[in-house]
């Protein structure tokens, strides 16, 4: 513990925390210490695990990077909180986010942007950029982070850790505050696919606070890695495998594919037809969401407040004006706009029947495979300001990724090398409804590739 907040504090610079636990995670350690002497610890015990800013824990503030929330108390914890309490895990901090989780860089935090531990000079991806940081530069085991459009498994692609996305109610969205109400789910970032295991086992399972949370059994994960993928058929989406695919990120995806056939899986060319519509389908379905769910920052009930107003009117708008930065308020408009009567048909009610269409896609394909192996992100880490002032670039960022959440599927990102420059590339494994074993079992063996 002592260990992890030298480290953390020689490594401010990174801006990966908004804030650490320092005194209360010593305690927790010295009483854990004591557990584990006793023969009675949880099953995390000794972990040390980073939380994103957009998680409620009781009696702290919960930012979501805005300035709108800066001094917000959450009077309660999350279910994932206390499960990973239970389980004897350390909570050492908050880490730093897009404002509300919407970008793919950490610049549009209001508490300034994350750097990149491989290249400083570079974002290290996002949302969950904060929570990607800690664990690549050594300031937690493992860190939660959530993922509406790909903001764990592009961050974790980008720092070169594992991170995975579990399928959309396996675990309790309670005390996270919503950017996309049924695309948000919360996951794991570690440095080992194990590591992913055993947390992920402990946040997972029916909640009744979330009525959206499976009541499915949850597997112990770490036991399905067995170390092998004989006879698995691994499906390779022929939509995501185009010429505009960066070379080197498919040059080290292929390397891998290779060994996953010399291990006895097979492959296989599918393809996900409407591929081409995600992106557009993601932005206005999750815009319109987002609008209707940060209707309730207005200044009344939670957050900021604007200064000597003198009407209601006047309150709504300056709290609003005042609290939510750029990248938030152009959501909200676009929302409130795909909503709006008039465009409902063209823009959100399409937008939904496109997303059938994609689910279906996956179905199809999982009819002849087991899981798909694509590309996290079509890029390496970019420099901090490159794509700021672009949001279309930056939206094609998630590429890869929106499909699995518009689909509601399980996806992990797994280190797959680096690039030219020593920037490290994501390899992405998306799987079945529910069935995280497989996606985990595959990036295990996957990550135990011996190297040469
Ligand atoms: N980058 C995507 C967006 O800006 C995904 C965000 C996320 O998953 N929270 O919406």
């Known amino acids: 513990?002592?260990?992890?907040?030298?480290?953390?504090?020689?490594?401010?610079h990174l801006n990966a925390f908004l804030k650490v636990f320092n005194q209360e995670s010593l305690e927790r350690a010295r009483s854990i210490d004591a557990r584990l002497a006793k023969g009675t610890a949880g099953p995390l015990a000794g972990m040390v695990i980073a939380v994103k800013d957009?998680?409620?824990?009781?009696?702290?503030?919960?930012?979501?990077?805005?300035?709108i929330l800066e001094h917000f108390e959450s009077p309660y914890d999350a279910t994932v909180i206390g499960r990973l309490n239970d389980a004897d895990a350390i909570l050492i901090g908050k880490t730093n986010l897009d404002e509300f989780a919407m970008g793919s860089s950490t610049e549009n935090s209001a508490f300034g942007v994350t750097l990149n531990p491989v290249d400083e000079s570079r974002v290290p991806g996002g949302s969950s950029g904060g929570s990607a940081v800690a664990v690549a530069a050594g300031l937690a085991t493992a860190a939660l982070g959530t993922d509406t459009g790909g903001s764990i498994r592009q961050p974790a692609a980008l720092c070169g850790v594992v991170g995975i996305k579990p399928t959309y109610g396996r675990v309790s969205r309670y005390?996270?505050?919503?950017?996309?109400?049924?695309f948000d789910q919360i996951g794991v970032f570690s440095s080992t696919v194990s590591d992913a295991a055993l947390v992920l086992r402990v946040i997972s399972g029916h909640d009744p606070c979330d009525s959206t949370s499976a009541t499915l059994p949850v597997p112990d994960y770490a036991a399905s890695l067995t170390g092998s993928v004989r006879g698995l058929r691994l499906g390779l989406p022929k939509e995501y495998f185009t010429p505009a695919?960066?070379?080197?990120?498919k040059n080290a995806i292929m390397g891998k594919l290779d060994f996953l056939k010399k291990s006895g899986a097979t492959l296989k060319e599918v393809s996900l037809p409407h591929t081409d519509y995600t992106i557009a389908a993601y932005y206005i379905l999750t815009t319109a969401e987002a609008s209707s769910n940060l209707a309730r920052y207005d200044g009344a009930r939670y957050g900021r407040r604007a200064a000597e107003v003198h009407d209601l009117i006047e309150m709504y708008t300056r709290s609003r004006s005042e609290g939510f930065g750029d990248e938030v308020k152009r959501r909200i408009m676009l929302g409130t706009y795909v909503l709006s009567a008039?465009?409902?048909d063209a823009y959100y009610r399409k937008g939904q029947k496109v997303r059938r269409l994609i689910k279906e896609d996956f179905n199809r394909a999982f009819q002849e495979v087991d899981c798909l192996i694509t590309p996290t992100s079509p890029t390496t880490a970019f420099k901090i300001g490159q794509k700021a002032d672009d949001p279309l670039t930056m939206y094609l960022s998630d590429i890869y990724t929106v499909s699995a959440n518009l689909a509601g599927l399980p996806g992990i990102s797994i280190p797959c090398g680096t690039d030219r420059q020593g920037l490290p590339i994501g390899l992405q494994i998306l799987g079945r409804g529910f069935d995280e074993q497989t996606i985990l079992r595959v990036a295990d063996v996957v990550e135990k590739q011996p190297q040469k």
């Open 1 to 12: 513990m002592e260990r992890y907040l030298a480290t953390i504090e020689k490594k401010n």
């Open 54 to 67: 957009v998680i409620c824990m009781k009696h702290k503030t919960v930012t979501c990077g805005s300035r």
């Open 175 to 182: 005390g996270l505050v919503a950017f996309a109400s049924s």
């Open 245 to 249: 695919l960066d070379q080197e990120i």
């Open 342 to 344: 008039g465009y409902y």
